[in-house]
């Protein structure tokens, strides 16, 4: 059998669809190994750095040397290191101690492997909100240019999936919009919580630290302070054990879990109107519906939407396990778990984000489809608008009920037995008894009257809370977004 190249041997081997499919290169970057382990680096600098000022016998020239080489990572090196070792900490301690001789001596220093790890999980993290947040904020201005455009515009408003009173298009968009708003809120407080573990030693205790700076707490604290500044934190988390607890882990995976709830309820939605044909997803001029029934047009950017939220969803049980099962200061059965859960829950939000934002900005609206099932039952809906009208120009309640009850089961059963159109409007008109109202018909059944403030609830709501929610994001506001598949 032939040596496989490079091209087949990477088709030979199983790639995650997250990243070799839908993923945006920088979120795939962010979880990289080249982001990784740079950080890894950056993290020893950074604690050299802060030794040093604080006395430590680290000397300008070994800084400089680690500067140098903070992304000369040689990974074939390092990954034969951890062979051998059995420790990916240790592999690239020794891998970046090879290419920094002089400074070989005080990398890591006094540190532990959760130095690197866990600072750098927390810096992935925040990184991920940051990538995610501008995006969230573009659908959500997206969804509000076409709530706004459509905010006069009524439509059969469903309760049970059973029709109900009217609302409008633009109405219903905005209950997309505010679970959106608040996946918003959630996904900034979630990264604005987020702390540094910092310097903690092994169990947390800052043990090591300690000896070194020659018992000399408050050097410890500003060793820890310093350290936080250079990452990029405001806070350090005061206490840890060797990690920094897993319930944080709970908090970040929870919004995202919510924000994958809330794109399945607005995808599902839509999927629910592309059956009825009142609204659409875009569909391009050369995309194939049905391999077999060339005339379907699947909503297939809604239904990926909701496959991958499910997938979402689910990953919060990931670490609501692993943080119930961290044995004291801590356990490594959180290791592997977590290289998956982390990096495929911000994986999967970026992706359905950025189909989000492609699904809004060319969405599809049918207004004389809209309209014509308004006209099938909008009759029934009127029937009190009726009565009132009839009571107003002399009649008797109960008798004009009585009409009606009889007259809209006839309709109902026209619709039902014969699949007929509703008549219930023109058995009125037939209807001597409802003579005194024949000039008011139409404007009794006029779709506009139906939708109460609907109008006026989108314009105050996009007006008051969405757009002020979105002003943080507006330089990055602009250029529609195509998938790649």
């Known amino acids: 059998m032939a040596?496989?190249?490079?091209?087949?041997?990477?088709?030979?081997?199983?790639?995650?669809?997250?990243?070799?499919?839908?993923?945006?290169?920088?979120?795939?970057?962010?979880?990289?190994?080249?982001?990784?382990?740079?950080?890894?680096?950056?993290?020893?600098?950074?604690?050299?750095?802060?030794?040093?000022?604080?006395?430590?016998?680290?000397?300008?020239?070994?800084?400089?040397?680690?500067?140098?080489?903070?992304?000369?990572?040689?990974?074939?090196?390092?990954?034969?290191?951890?062979?051998?070792?059995?420790?990916?900490?240790?592999?690239?301690?020794?891998?970046?101690?090879?290419?920094?001789?002089?400074?070989?001596?005080?990398?890591?220093?006094?540190?532990?492997?959760?130095?690197?790890?866990?600072?750098?999980?927390?810096?992935?993290?925040?990184?991920?909100?940051?990538?995610?947040?501008?995006?969230?904020?573009?659908?959500i201005s997206r969804l509000a240019d076409f709530a706004e455009k459509y905010a006069d515009l009524p439509t059969l408003g469903f309760t049970h999936y059973q029709p109900a009173q009217l609302t409008t298009v633009g109405k219903r968009c905005c209950l997309w919009i505010q679970d959106l708003c608040m996946d918003l809120q959630n996904l900034e407080r979630a990264r604005d919580d987020l702390r540094f573990r910092g310097v903690k030693g092994t169990t947390g205790t800052q043990a090591s630290f300690l000896q070194l700076f020659e018992g000399d707490h408050s050097k410890v604290e500003e060793l820890d302070r310093l350290v936080t500044a250079k990452a990029g934190f405001k806070r350090s988390y005061m206490v840890t054990g060797q990690t920094y607890s897993r319930k944080v882990d709970i908090e970040v995976l929870s919004v995202l879990a919510s924000l994958g709830a809330s794109i399945h309820k607005i995808c599902t939605d839509i999927r629910l109107l592309a059956n009825l044909k009142?609204?659409?997803?875009?569909?391009?001029?050369?995309?194939?519906?049905?391999?077999?029934?060339?005339?379907?047009?699947?909503?297939?950017?809604?239904?990926?939407?909701?496959?991958?939220?499910?997938?979402?969803?689910?990953?919060?049980?990931d670490p609501l396990q692993t943080a119930s099962v961290q044995w004291f200061e801590r356990t490594l059965d959180d290791s592997a778990n977590r290289r998956v859960c982390l990096a495929e829950a911000f994986l999967t939000a970026d992706i359905i984000l950025s189909t989000l934002q492609n699904i809004s900005e060319?969405?599809?609206?049918?207004?004389?489809?809209?309209?014509?099932?308004?006209?099938?039952?909008?009759?029934?809906?009127?029937?009190?608008?009726?009565?009132?009208?009839?009571?107003?120009?002399?009649?008797?309640?109960?008798?004009?009920?009585?009409?009606?009850?009889?007259?809209?089961?006839?309709?109902?059963?026209?619709?039902?037995?014969?699949?007929?159109?509703?008549?219930?409007?023109?058995?009125?008109?037939?209807?001597?008894?409802?003579?005194?109202?024949?000039?008011?018909?139409?404007?009794?059944?006029?779709?506009?009257?139906?939708?109460?403030?609907?109008?006026?609830?989108?314009?105050?709501?996009?007006?008051?809370?969405?757009?002020?929610a979105l002003i943080p994001y507006q330089s990055k506001m602009g250029g529609k977004i195509e998938l790649a598949l």
């Open 278 to 317: 009142e609204i659409e997803e875009p569909f391009e001029k050369d995309q194939i519906g049905s391999s077999a029934m060339p005339y379907k047009r699947n909503p297939m950017r809604s239904e990926r939407c909701c496959s991958l939220a499910r997938h979402l969803m689910t990953l919060v049980l």
């Open 362 to 468: 060319g969405l599809v609206v049918y207004p004389k489809v809209i309209e014509r099932r308004i006209r099938q039952e909008l009759p029934f809906m009127a029937t009190e608008n009726i009565i009132m009208a009839m009571v107003k120009a002399g009649g008797n309640r109960q008798d004009c009920h009585e009409k009606i009850r009889v007259l809209s089961q006839q309709a109902a059963a026209v619709v039902k037995q014969e699949g007929g159109d509703n008549d219930f409007i023109a058995r009125v008109r037939a209807d001597p008894y409802f003579s005194p109202i024949h000039k008011q018909l139409e404007s009794l059944l006029d779709p506009s009257s139906f939708t109460g403030r609907a109008p006026q609830q989108v314009a105050k709501f996009l007006k008051e809370e969405v757009r002020p």
């Open 3 to 139: 040596t496989p190249g490079a091209e087949e041997d990477v088709l030979s081997r199983y790639r995650s669809p997250l990243v070799s499919r839908y993923a945006s290169p920088e979120m795939g970057f962010n979880f990289s190994e080249r982001k990784k382990f740079g950080t890894w680096r950056r993290l020893w600098l950074y604690l050299a750095q802060a030794e040093k000022s604080l006395g430590l016998p680290i000397t300008d020239e070994q800084i400089q040397e680690m500067e140098a080489n903070l992304d000369n990572i040689d990974f074939k090196m390092a990954a034969e290191e951890e062979k051998k070792l059995r420790h990916d900490v240790m592999a690239h301690v020794h891998t970046f101690a090879h290419c920094c001789p002089k400074a070989a001596a005080i990398i890591h220093l006094g540190a532990t492997s959760c130095y690197v790890g866990d600072n750098t999980d927390l810096i992935v993290l925040r990184d991920g909100f940051n990538l995610l947040l501008p995006k969230l904020a573009r659908v």
